[in-house]
């Protein structure tokens, strides 16, 4: 970057094919992707992000690291050094590299598609095709909110999330049991406990969030929506 921040990912496909940026969600990182990096890594260059803060990509401190508008700028980064011109891989002319732009498949889930959302309304020259998962428009879920009060009990943990330091101690209780849960419980969608994730899949996401000061980051996201 040019801040000299080390961003982390994970690589599958030809350099030269079209790019496809993977965006993981809370509380997660690039592991997430793993199997759209096997699916899509024969046609795309599919890139998996561990985004500011997560996995192993570099946490600097502080709130106001993790401000919206650095972490679009992070993608926008990522995309412009890794995207190939208008989407389509290798560029064949000099014309190609000068007129065009870099462009890519973005695809976001959850805090991933927040930021998905963003990225493709503030540069939408840079995205080709937008996929979202688990993560509406702020602007509709705003206006979903104000006439379903409900969802302000559902999405309760956002309020949470902008105390200091309870969060954090809350989701590192008894082995990062919540965690654990929120990984695996029913409302992942996936309904025989056989098919979740294995406690060695957990781990590969609970490594980083256990590491000395791993939660803070993550939760800095949502202590910057308001």
């Given at each position: 970057?040019?801040?000299?921040?080390?961003?982390?990912?994970v690589?599958?496909?030809?350099?030269?094919?079209?790019?496809?940026?993977?965006?993981?969600?809370?509380?997660?990182?690039?592991?997430?992707?793993?199997?759209?990096?096997?699916e899509f890594?024969?046609?795309?260059?599919?890139?998996?992000?561990?985004?500011?803060g997560?996995?192993?990509?570099?946490?600097?401190?502080?709130?106001d690291?993790?401000?919206?508008?650095?972490?679009?700028?992070?993608?926008?980064?990522?995309?412009?050094i890794l995207?190939?011109?208008?989407?389509?891989?290798?560029?064949?002319?000099?014309?190609?590299?000068?007129?065009?732009?870099?462009?890519?498949?973005?695809?976001?889930?959850?805090?991933?598609?927040?930021?998905?959302w963003?990225?493709?309304a503030?540069?939408?020259?840079?995205v080709?095709?937008?996929?979202?998962?688990?993560?509406?428009?702020r602007?509709?879920?705003?206006g979903?909110?104000a006439?379903?009060?409900s969802?302000?009990?559902?999405s309760s943990?956002?309020?949470?999330?902008?105390?200091p330091?309870?969060?954090?101690?809350?989701?590192?209780?008894?082995d990062?049991e919540?965690?654990?849960?929120?990984?695996?419980g029913?409302?992942?969608?996936?309904?025989?406990?056989?098919?979740?994730?294995?406690?060695?899949?957990?781990?590969?996401?609970?490594?980083?969030?256990?590491?000395?000061?791993?939660?803070?980051?993550?939760?800095?996201?949502?202590?910057n929506?308001?």
């Amino acid at each position: 970057q040019d801040s000299g921040l080390r961003l982390h990912y994970v690589t599958r496909g030809p350099t030269t094919a079209p790019l496809m940026l993977l965006l993981h969600g809370f509380p997660q990182n690039w592991f997430c992707w793993r199997h759209l990096l096997q699916e899509f890594g024969t046609r795309y260059r599919v890139v998996a992000l561990d985004l500011r803060g997560y996995g192993a990509s570099e946490k600097p401190p502080g709130k106001d690291s993790y401000r919206l508008e650095v972490l679009l700028e992070d993608i926008r980064q990522v995309i412009e050094i890794l995207g190939t011109p208008n989407g389509q891989g290798e560029v064949t002319s000099a014309t190609d590299a000068t007129a065009a732009s870099p462009k890519c498949i973005l695809v976001g889930h959850d805090w991933g598609g927040l930021l998905a959302w963003e990225l493709a309304a503030s540069h939408p020259a840079l995205v080709e095709k937008l996929v979202i998962m688990d993560a509406p428009h702020r602007a509709i879920m705003t206006g979903f909110t104000a006439c379903h009060p409900s969802q302000l009990l559902r999405s309760s943990y956002v309020f949470l999330f902008q105390l200091p330091w309870l969060p954090e101690l809350l989701l590192s209780l008894a082995d990062f049991e919540l965690v654990k849960t929120i990984l695996t419980g029913p409302w992942t969608g996936i309904q025989n406990p056989a098919q979740r994730l294995t406690e060695q899949e957990v781990d590969a996401y609970l490594y980083s969030l256990s590491q000395p000061g791993g939660l803070t980051p993550p939760i800095h996201y949502y202590r910057n929506l308001f």
